[in-house]
């Protein structure tokens, strides 16, 4: 009987712990584990990475798109900050987006235009603001 207990008492414990929380593993949240970046952090670094694009396209210069490093990054934080600023995104942007879009960035031919920021889906204000 002591034996019959026990598996009993085994059986019970093993099945009185599983939980089943309606998650599988091919469930997947997009917001788990993001973290907000604020406004003017997500702006300075999408201008670096446009800048540094447009720096690698040969598109800064004299008779270019932008005549130096530094007219380029007046410009192109301009056009962040009226996408991005706390008024468009208010609760900050998602730092795994953010991630995301900088990488197709700098992973954008330079054939391709990128005079907006819309241009790269990644980057859409849709995609980045929290």
Known sequence: ????????????????????????SSETTTTAGSYPVT???????ITAARCDRELSCNNIGAGKDYDS?????????HNARASFNAQECPHGIDDRNLTNCLSDIRNERCGNPLDTLERVTSCRKGKLCR
Do not use: P, Q, W, Y
Request: glycine share 8%.
């Open 69 to 77: 490093f530094a007219a380029c990054t007046r410009e192109l934080h």
């Open 1 to 24: 009987m002591k034996v019959s207990l026990f598996g009993f008492a085994v059986a019970f414990a093993i099945v009185g712990c599983h939980h089943d929380d309606g998650m599988h």
């Open 39 to 45: 406004n003017e952090a997500a702006i300075e670094n």
